[in-house]
């Protein structure tokens, strides 16, 4: 064989090694590319279901707090009728010293004050009720 044949075939059989090296580095090189986006995949999916449960336990606060502030209003709504139904009993009481007996407005003032406390009760049960 010739010194040129020799070459041509060490030549081919170079390109060829550095063909096949070069596959070698490409795959190995996507390989760790393809890795890191699974990992990447598998992370997302755990932070969307984070995310998931992150928001129902958002709306079951927002939930229990909405019916905190039900309830709170309720209460307040009793203790309002309640504080009603003394300034009227009050008024009632200073009507009846002044004229120095009862009246038929102190008449009206008891029922009234008397449906207050209705109220107030019926209000406080709402809240018992849920």
């Known amino acids: 064989m010739s010194d040129k044949t020799d070459y041509r075939k060490l030549a081919q059989e170079l390109t060829e090694g550095c063909r096949d090296l070069m596959d070698h ?55 309002i009728l309640r504080k009603q139904a003394e300034a009227v009993e009050h008024a009632r009481n200073e009507i009846c010293s002044r004229s120095g007996y009862p009246s038929w407005h102190s008449i009206e003032l008891t029922d009234y004050a008397q449906r207050l406390r209705q109220q107030a009760d019926e209000a406080e049960r709402a809240v018992g009720e849920k």
């Open 25 to 79: 580095i490409v795959i190995k090189h996507v390989s760790g590319i393809l890795e890191e986006m699974h990992s990447l995949v598998r992370e997302q999916k755990e932070l969307r279901r984070q995310l998931a449960e992150s928001e129902a336990r958002v709306a079951e606060l927002e939930a229990t707090l909405y019916h905190g502030n039900l309830e709170r209003e309720k209460c307040q709504k009793a203790m």
